[in-house]
């Protein structure tokens, strides 16, 4: 169940900061500022799960919504930002072990997870094309 949560607030926060920064118009800065605010706030306090795990959503949220700073270039859609997301949730699931004392490590995280992202794009040829046919030039 902690794992799912982790999984899940990992996409909540970088979809969260995606949305804001470009649906809302507000710039990435303010996206990702506006859901670590609201990670702080809320996954702590919620009533029905443990504080210390509230804390860890808070965390894990943190690290999506600084993922979600990426540019629309290199996630042109939402559906990308879940994948986005949820790879931040697995970073942070395996990296569980390794949080405290560690400074620097949400960010390195939150940008391993885009390069992951951007890399698997590019092996599977997702969202790119041939440069000859962005040019207008038939095969």
């Given at each position: 169940m902690e794992n799912f949560a982790m999984l899940l607030a990992g996409i909540?926060?970088?979809v969260?900061?995606?949305w804001i920064s470009l649906h809302l118009n507000k710039g990435a800065?303010?996206?990702a500022a506006l859901m670590v605010l609201l990670s702080?706030?809320?996954f702590p306090n919620i009533p029905f799960i443990d504080p210390a795990l509230g804390a860890t959503l808070a965390v894990v949220s943190t690290t999506g919504a600084y993922a979600g700073?990426?540019?629309k270039k290199n996630a042109p859609n939402i559906i990308e930002m879940v994948i986005v997301g949820a790879i931040v949730?697995?970073?942070s699931i395996l990296a569980a072990a390794a949080y405290a004392g560690v400074g620097g490590k949400l960010g390195t995280m939150a940008a391993i997870s885009c390069l992951l992202w951007?890399?698997?794009k590019k092996v599977l040829k997702v969202g790119y094309k041939e440069k000859s046919l962005e040019k207008g030039v038939s095969q």
């Open positions: 909540i926060g970088a969260g900061a995606y800065t303010m996206g702080g706030l809320i700073m990426i540019s949730g697995l970073i951007l890399g698997i």
